[in-house]
């Protein structure tokens, strides 16, 4: 079956220390996204990238970084100048940026930081 | 961007239709609207999308008026299960990203 995994399901980190969450795709898409969603709110881009090699910011980039190596994969790193790290994050994939509606997303990683 | 406003909650039964809206008064000529269902701790999923009038798949239909000020997203007969949270996005046909609002939590009850 074609979709979007993501490991942990949980996670947990002590304060000051970076964390990376995987997101790996077999959807054969070329565009993939990172969200974080806070209880009760909607969800808020971090980065996206439209190809290989290519990530562009979103609207709360900051703490965070990317990377885009491989097509199928988007890591994302929380370091520890990320505020309140705490959150519900999830990847998506469109089959390309132009399709941004089309997104498939995955079952997310829940981070607690103390 | 186009700013959306939709209820915060709704509440139906078993068995009914229900009729979310949306306003998005200052929608873009390019602008199309799109809806998503999250259910708790899932990401979210696409329902539909459309530009004008009326689009129906087999999940829902969007109503759509001519001056596309609003949207509405229909649910035929819903179940316990269509529980979730739902969003409506507006967004440009050149738009990088999409940009969720709170949503609507629906509450489908016995």
């Known amino acids: 079956d074609g979709g979007i995994t993501q490991s942990p399901k949980y996670l947990f980190r002590k304060e000051g220390q970076n964390v990376t969450l995987s997101c790996e795709q077999n959807?054969?898409?070329?565009?993939m996204y990172w969200y974080r969603q806070d209880p009760g709110q909607g969800l808020r881009l971090i980065y996206y990238?439209?190809?290989?090699?290519?990530?562009q910011k979103g609207d709360i980039a900051e703490g965070y970084s990317v990377s885009r190596e491989k097509k199928e994969s988007f890591p994302l790193t929380v370091t520890s100048a990320q505020k309140n790290p705490t959150a519900f994050y999830l990847c998506?994939?469109?089959?390309?940026?132009?399709?941004?509606?089309?997104?498939?997303f995955g079952p997310g990683t829940r981070l607690t930081v103390t | 961007l186009a700013k959306t406003t939709q209820p915060i909650s709704m509440d139906s039964y078993e068995g009914q239709e229900v009729n979310i809206t949306c306003s998005h008064n200052?929608?873009?000529?390019?602008?199309?609207i799109t809806w998503y269902q999250q259910f708790p701790s899932q990401g979210p999923r696409f329902i539909i999308q459309?530009?004008?009038t009326k689009v129906t798949n087999e999940v829902a239909s969007l109503f759509i008026p001519a001056d596309r000020k609003s949207s509405t997203l229909s649910l035929p007969r819903v179940s316990l299960s269509d529980t979730a949270v739902y969003y409506c996005?507006?967004?440009?046909?050149?738009?990088?990203?999409?940009?969720f609002g709170s949503g609507t939590q629906l509450t489908v009850l016995p």
């Open positions: 998506a994939s469109s089959p390309i940026v132009e399709r941004v509606y089309e997104q498939y």
């Open positions: 959807l054969n898409h070329d565009a």
């Open positions: 990238s439209q190809i290989v090699n290519d990530f």
């Open positions: 200052n929608i873009a000529t390019n602008d199309y």
């Open positions: 459309g530009y004008k």
């Open positions: 996005l507006v967004f440009s046909g050149s738009a990088r990203q999409l940009t």
